[in-house]
């Protein structure tokens, strides 16, 4: 079992990494002295394979549980949810001394958090992510949100769970969609570094699809130690730091919602990060051998992403309303080379358009074309 340690202004916690070290849940609710009034948010997929188990281990801590099954779907970042998971914790007469457990992928761990943050002005969280997805990125790192119209994650807080606790036993039930979902976040990591972690990946990459176990679990522990030194620096994305690991993002959120969330937010986040990188080269920020090197990995993954053909105004329209812009101006992450990031860089509609048509060109053209 690997450890890493977050420390951030409001709390600092640990994430846990490791086979089967979800059975150790009631000593880590012992150590950490955390409430043994249970209300457990799981995604249904994983209630269904592992609910019996899941179920055993609580009940050797819990003086009191109830259980709230949530499809796995961006759809139920709503209020509608929120206010499901309120009516269950009120009526079922759980105070503040509760202690609310999400388990299941980033979906799931993001409405849980975000109720969690402000039932009773905030209850203790454990984040127990089951996508290699959530389990790079969404949680660790306190986000939590909900989607608002087309705005993904537009109405959320920053709350940090207690502890985060990674059982990679619960990733070989993982479907090769969640798989490369998740490995879209793992090699935004690699172009935030150096050029030595994207080249491991570029080797390795095939283990990937055949989960195997040190590959996996090197990779998570490569991927929070990353985000943890970003998160501790800039815990509310206050002095900009933290905004590096929306790299691609602004992109891949309006791919999601142009789509109706029918795309996967780590893949949209692939193609996302490769339409950052053309929009790097149109600004002049690297030459076009730099940009080849950089496409090689995320193109690895061209095939098994499909995507319908590009309304530029149409996307260029969610972007106006993503998070990170200012002023009304549509603000990127771009880089320059492995592990040097420009923030807040602002281009024009035109420069936009072109790396857009990029994007078509790579993945709805070659595909209606057959190849």
């Not at 009773?120 to 969280?125: A, D, E, H, Q, V």
């Not at 990779?219 to 730091?241: C, P, Q, R, T």
């Not at 995320?298 to 969610?318: A, H, M, V």
Request: with cysteine; aromatic share 12%.
């Amino acid at each position: 079992m690997k450890k890493v340690i977050i420390n951030t202004t409001s709390k600092s916690y640990p994430a846990f990494i490791g086979s089967n070290i979800f059975r150790s849940l009631p000593e880590f609710i012992r150590k950490y002295n955390l409430p043994k009034q249970v209300c457990v948010i799981i995604d249904e997929k994983v209630e269904q394979i592992y609910g019996l188990y899941i179920r055993k281990v609580i009940n050797g801590f819990a003086v009191k549980k109830y259980f709230v099954a949530l499809p796995a779907s961006e759809r139920i970042k709503s209020f509608k949810t929120v206010s499901k998971i309120f009516t269950r914790l009120y009526e079922e007469k759980f105070g503040r001394d509760t202690l609310l457990i999400a388990i299941g992928g980033g979906t799931v761990g993001d409405v849980a958090g975000f109720a969690a943050s402000t039932y009773m002005r905030g209850i203790p969280l454990i984040q127990i992510p089951t996508t290699l997805l959530s389990a790079v990125d969404s949680s660790i790192g306190g986000k939590t949100g909900i989607n608002f119209k087309e705005a993904k994650n537009f109405i959320g807080t920053f709350y940090q769970p207690s502890l985060v606790l990674t059982d990679t036993n619960f990733l070989n039930s993982l479907p090769e969609e969640e798989l490369i979902s998740g490995f879209g976040e793992v090699i935004k990591y690699s172009y935030l570094t150096n050029r030595k972690f994207y080249s491991t990946l570029l080797s390795d990459y095939n283990l990937l699809m055949k989960k195997d176990s040190g590959f996996l679990n090197k990779i998570i522990y490569e991927s929070a130690n990353i985000k943890s030194a970003v998160v501790s620096e800039d815990e509310n994305e206050v002095s900009g730091l933290r905004k590096i690991l929306n790299f691609g993002h602004t992109f891949a959120h309006a791919f999601e919602s142009n789509s109706s969330y029918k795309l996967s937010h780590g893949k949209a986040v692939i193609v996302g990060i490769v339409s950052a990188l053309f929009l790097s080269f149109e600004k002049d920020l690297m030459n076009e051998n730099q940009l080849n090197y950089m496409l090689e990995l995320p193109l690895k993954f061209q095939s098994s992403i499909k995507i319908k053909n590009i309304n530029k105004e149409d996307i260029f329209r969610i972007m106006i309303y993503d998070k990170k812009n200012r002023e009304g101006k549509i603000k990127f992450i771009l880089l320059k080379n492995f592990g040097e990031i420009l923030i807040d860089v602002a281009v024009d509609k035109k420069t936009v358009f072109k790396s857009l048509e990029k994007i078509d060109e790579i993945w709805f053209k070659r595909a209606t074309a057959g190849l």
